[in-house]
């Protein structure tokens, strides 16, 4: 097979469509993509080792991110030699003997590594890291935040902690109710006489669906159902429901359980239905932290009530991070590919041009490099920011109302913040990953490209722990609720503090002032943030002297002006993120500085150019300013793309991680294309294996006798 691939890759090498001459010497398609690549990464105005530590978050992170990395490539268990051709069968049984291996490194790593190592191994196999991220990230999750000490201590000390005779899985979402967490039908009746509760599934509509791990995993759940304490019902809150019996993992009375199928992506994963039927669980098995319910039926309620929901937040978060993480990969395989390929050329005679030097494709591809670089930023805020919010609130005295209102403000912020972080990064990864598959032609097409099986396993993001487009619209509420009450003169979170300079922020104009310098960048999509913010805000409290002071007719009437002012504030978060960052001599050394300051402005001006109408209807610009804004765009697309190659070298992904045909750190895409083609489609027959049957009958089949026309005269 070797003999007859390098027979092939010579053959080919004669073709002279595309040979070049550098320095005296002829190049072709076989030969010249190592040389490029040397030339690239020749021409680096930093240092690119420390630009992966600027974006690992140090040194010492990225050392350890490389041992972690360096693990899972060299177990053979994680090899993904045949990731593009596994059925759904193959895939379950891989990915849960995956889940098994990477259980053993629980008990020896501390949460900050574990962290980064389900983080990476998510990178290279989205199916294992979920499935064992629902347990981890969900369930115990659930129980961490819902549940007392005594409640986590007790699910550990059964095995939660350790996967031992133990999964979790999260029963939230229902056949008939996703995102409307508070509309959900499961209950949980409390039973006086035993002091139980009675878990039960009302109708078909109530069952559970969509749970990960339930078809063949989890021993456990966190069943979210309705409260009923003596007829009255107290709203959604979470129970622990045991599933299998621990001796030979058959049901338990009153569980069914089933499979939902083939997915579109992440097929490694067990998603399931569950329906309980008057499943009976001790009191003690509510998740008590916040809402509780004693033995005399004495109903206690959280303060807020999404604190229910807290494990959800997490999940918003280490989705922003996720989005960096695999637009990086994507980014990387179509810049590479455009840096290797030759197509058409300017001039007769000379050789093709790279994609990469054809300004229209450095417009679809560098740009979408800077929002890259601009989700590190933005979910390392978000990740710190969530950090604080939820130790905060985990150290706060329930006792004391002003120390608990405090802590709960911050959660609401993180749940406002987190919510639009997450809907317009998990959405621009799709696009991200889309836009580089289209960049890269025919082969892109592949599914060894890794585009097509990589879309389908990114998908979900957009939907699952909160439908992007309802986080959207919530995101638009709380803004308008933090104008609201700016007006009144209370405090608002930092993100959203640029409305209470609404009034100055109406009357600034660019004024010939430099478009490229970040304070002005920033002053502009403050100045569009607020015009937006503010007049929905004044549309709301107009709508509400007209419906006679009805809140929620008002803010579903302005459902698009909230998802639009959403989008304004998500983006500038972005670019506020970004910058604050860079200005941090903490976290940026001055060497990197320049470079990261150049794809800052161009994600900056490229999403103004996007946008121009709004920067037009503030006032900030004029119309030939935004004649400004594109040609500035271009400048910058081809600042970045004179470093494209060592900017993408920084996000340091090896061959094994990057897991594309066409991404390879040499450039050699034919090379390394053809091989995997060839080596996991051999073919030793020249007939198919259905020839017989279906193709002779058909290709071979005996002609129609033709009708003797004679006869039937």
């Given at each position: ?109 501390n949460e900050t590594i574990l962290t980064s190592r389900f983080a990476l191994t998510g990178l ?250 601009a989700m590190n930023a933005a979910s390392a805020e978000l990740t710190e920011m969530h950090s ?47 836009q580089s598959r289209q960049a890269c032609g025919g082969h892109g097409y592949s599914g060894y ?265």
């Amino acid at each position: 097979m070797a003999s007859r691939i390098n027979h092939l890759a010579n053959t080919l090498a004669n073709n002279n469509a595309s040979n070049v001459i550098i320095d005296g010497k002829e190049y072709n398609t076989a030969t010249e993509p190592k040389l490029l690549f040397q030339q690239e990464r020749s021409k680096a105005s930093f240092n690119v080792r420390d630009l992966t530590y600027y974006l690992d978050g140090g040194k010492e992170a990225t050392e350890k991110m490389e041992k972690i990395m360096e693990s899972i490539e060299r177990d053979p268990l994680f090899n993904n030699d045949n990731f593009y051709d596994l059925n759904k069968e193959q895939l379950r049984e891989q990915t849960m003997a995956r889940v098994a291996a990477l259980n053993n490194h629980i008990d020896g790593e501390n949460e900050t590594i574990l962290t980064s190592r389900f983080a990476l191994t998510g990178l290279a196999d989205p199916n294992t890291i979920t499935r064992c991220g629902v347990h981890f990230g969900l369930f115990v999750s659930s129980i961490r935040g819902s549940g007392t000490p005594e409640q986590l201590q007790y699910w550990f000390s059964k095995g939660a902690g350790r996967l031992k005779k133990f999964f979790g899985c999260f029963a939230m979402t229902e056949l008939g109710h996703g995102s409307n967490v508070a509309g959900l039908e499961t209950t949980a009746t409390w039973d006086e006489a035993t002091d139980e509760f009675i878990i039960n599934t009302p109708n078909l509509g109530a069952t559970k669906w969509w749970i990960g791990g339930a078809a063949h995993t989890a021993t456990h759940s966190v069943c979210f159902a309705r409260l009923i304490v003596r007829g009255k019902d107290y709203g959604v809150k979470s129970f622990v429901v045991p599933l299998r019996n621990l001796s030979d993992f058959t049901l338990k009375p009153g569980i069914a359980i089933g499979d939902i199928g083939k997915k579109m992506g992440r097929d490694g994963i067990d998603n399931g239905w569950i329906q309980y039927t008057n499943v009976r669980i001790p009191r003690q098995f509510m998740l008590m932290k916040y809402a509780k319910v004693d033995a005399n039926g004495v109903v206690t309620e959280p303060p807020l009530a999404q604190l229910a929901y807290g494990a959800l937040i997490g999940g918003r978060v280490s989705m922003a991070v996720d989005s960096y993480h695999f637009s990086k990969r994507f980014i990387t395989i179509a810049t590479r590919y455009a840096a290797a390929r030759r197509q058409f050329g300017f001039k007769k005679g000379e050789p093709e041009t790279r994609l990469l030097d054809y300004p229209y494709h450095q417009r679809r591809l560098m740009p979408r490099l800077a929002f890259v670089f601009a989700m590190n930023a933005a979910s390392a805020e978000l990740t710190e920011m969530h950090s604080a919010a939820t130790s905060k609130l985990a150290s706060a005295d329930t006792s004391n109302p002003a120390e608990l209102q405090s802590a709960i403000a911050d959660i609401k912020e993180l749940f406002s913040v987190s919510a639009g972080v997450k809907a317009f990064t998990t959405w621009a990864t799709s696009e991200i990953i889309d836009q580089s598959r289209q960049a890269c032609g025919g082969h892109g097409y592949s599914g060894y490209s890794g585009f097509g099986q990589g879309y389908n396993d990114w998908a979900v993001q957009c939907t699952w722990e909160g439908d992007n487009n309802v986080l959207t619209l919530s995101t638009g509420r709380s803004l308008i609720q933090s104008a609201l009450a700016a007006k009144k003169g209370k405090k608002v979170g930092a993100a959203v503090d640029y409305i209470t300079r609404a009034e100055q922020l109406k009357s600034v104009k660019l004024n010939g002032r430099d478009l490229t310098n970040p304070k002005v960048i920033v002053e502009a999509w403050e100045a569009a943030a607020a015009s937006a913010l503010s007049s929905a805000t004044e549309q709301f409290e107009e709508q509400l002297k007209i419906n006679g002071n009805n809140a929620e007719i008002a803010f579903e009437t302005l459902s698009q002006q909230r998802f639009e002012t959403a989008r304004i504030h998500t983006r500038l978060y972005l670019i506020r993120s970004f910058f604050n960052r860079i200005n941090n001599s903490q976290i940026t050394p001055a060497g990197i500085k320049p470079i990261l300051t150049e794809v800052a402005i161009l994600f900056s001006l490229w999403s103004m150019e996007l946008d121009s109408g709004l920067f037009l209807q503030s006032g900030y610009l004029t119309p030939e300013d935004t004649k400004r804004v594109t040609k500035l765009v271009d400048e910058y697309n081809s600042k970045v793309r004179s470093q494209a190659i060592p900017l993408t070298d920084a996000f340091n992904l090896s061959d094994y991680f990057i897991n594309s045909a066409l991404g390879n750190y040499d450039g050699d895409v034919y090379k390394h294309y053809f091989e995997k083609v060839t080596l996991r489609n051999i073919n030793k027959f020249s007939k198919p294996p259905y020839f017989e049957t279906v193709t002779k009958p058909y290709l071979y089949r005996e002609d129609e006798e033709e009708v003797d026309r004679t006869q039937l005269e």
